[in-house]
């Protein structure tokens, strides 16, 4: 197999070179020097450095877009390998190397069956998916303003899956995640005379407390949420009491009512422990990335697809759900598709993904590229 030996270099170059959220310029270039060589027609430097590549392949069958990310990390990696990265501090610890490699790997396929397929392939390398900004920054620019796709599926390598299965779900997969900000004002003054003072320490525990006791009573448990804080700050000495108390934290749901319930148990939560010691809060509250939600229409097409063309390859359709953030989560609010899991867990290795030492096991290309290429002859053909 060609494809599977230009994957495998790829990969090994791309993880070499990995770049920081927002500064995936020689990747991008990299990217769109493969694609045009490939007789993509190629958009660079779309919403940042986001790369987008279209091969018209005859008829009016449909636009399949497929979608990878291409930035890395700032960790320094400790894996030792021949192939480990040259850009100091900065490493693919997140496999989208390997996702790029998997999908040019498909787009080397699709060009060299070009004669007997159909319709439209739209490559999307996406920049920026680790802060969660390439996705709403390409689509913002432009990227499905001429045509939306009838189908769009991303990838991500999956460690807590076994390598040679894939995952595929329906319904929400990841969560919204949003963070808050709170600040709790009261009166500061001395730590014996707590009278004379309205105490924003004591605001700030009750409102953690009220909040965790609200987020367990007041949402539906049937479908997951989360919260969390991680910051709390104020006061200066042992024996004063402040004047503010500034916390933040974040919610992960899956839901949109349950995203509006929890900002609505927050205000209640913080309200009540203001008033309590008669101060004031003010939250400001910072709607994230959304929800990918799998369509289960999409799901039922690929479980056919897996079915007829790969089907010694074990499918796992339960128990993906997690409360991460993904912002192939945009592209779904536009287009029926799916985020799809290729399993990267091994036995004995690392499997955690933004690890020093995590690695994609080569039989993950091979995998990703036999579900790419089904898919587009499942659309395309
Ligand atoms: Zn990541
Ligand atoms: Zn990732």
């Known amino acids: 197999m060609p494809d599977l030996q230009y994957m495998r270099e790829t990969y090994e170059r791309l993880h ?32 940042g450095t986001g790369v987008v590549g279209v091969l018209e392949l005859g008829g009016s069958g449909r636009i399949l877009a497929l979608r990878c990310d291409m930035d890395a990390l700032p960790v320094q990696e400790d894996t030792g390998v021949s192939y480990a990265s040259k850009n100091p501090g900065v490493m693919h610890a997140c496999g989208h190397d390997s996702h790029m490699a998997t999908l040019l790997g498909t787009c080397a396929h699709v060009a060299r069956h070009k004669q007997r397929l159909n319709g439209t392939l739209v490559a999307i390398f996406q920049h920026a998916e680790e802060i969660v900004t390439g996705a709403k920054a390409m689509l913002d620019q432009g990227l499905f303003a001429e045509r939306k796709p009838d189908r769009l599926v ?45 105490d924003s320490i004591a605001m700030a525990t009750a409102g953690v407390q009220n909040a965790f006791a609200l987020a367990q009573r007041r949402v539906n448990a049937s479908f997951p949420q989360t919260l969390s804080f991680g ?32 900002i609505a148990n927050l205000n209640q939560a913080f309200g009540a422990a203001a008033h309590l010691h008669g101060g004031d809060y003010s939250l400001e509250y910072r709607k994230g990335v959304p929800a990918v939600v799998n369509s289960t229409k999409v799901v039922e097409e690929l479980t056919e697809i897996f079915a007829a063309k790969m ?71």
């Open 154 to 198: 991303g990838i991500h390598n999956w460690p807590s899956l076994p390598v040679g299965s894939l995952g595929l779900q329906a319904g929400p997969i990841t969560a919204f995640a949003d963070r808050f900000k709170v600040t709790f004002f009261g009166q500061g003054g001395h730590g014996a005379l707590p009278h004379q003072t309205r």
């Open 16 to 47: 070499q070179y990995p770049e920081l959220s927002e500064h995936e310029f020689w990747t991008a270039d990299f990217v769109a020097g493969e694609l045009t060589r490939l007789g993509f027609t190629v958009r660079t430097n779309l919403g």
């Open 231 to 262: 910051v709390i700050q104020g006061g200066t000495s042992f024996n004063v009491i402040p004047s503010q108390v500034v916390v933040e934290g974040t919610v992960r749901t899956v839901r949109l009512e349950d995203q509006e319930t929890m």
């Open 311 to 381: 089907p010694e390859t074990p499918i796992v359709s339960q128990g993906l759900a997690s409360l991460i953030g993904e912002d192939v989560a945009y592209y779904l609010q536009e287009v029926p598709g799916v985020l799809l899991l290729i399993g990267s867990g091994q036995e004995g290795a690392v499997n955690d993904l933004h690890h020093p030492r995590f690695l994609v096991p080569g039989e993950t290309l091979a995998t990703g590229y036999k579900a790419l290429t089904s898919i587009v002859e499942g659309y395309l053909s």
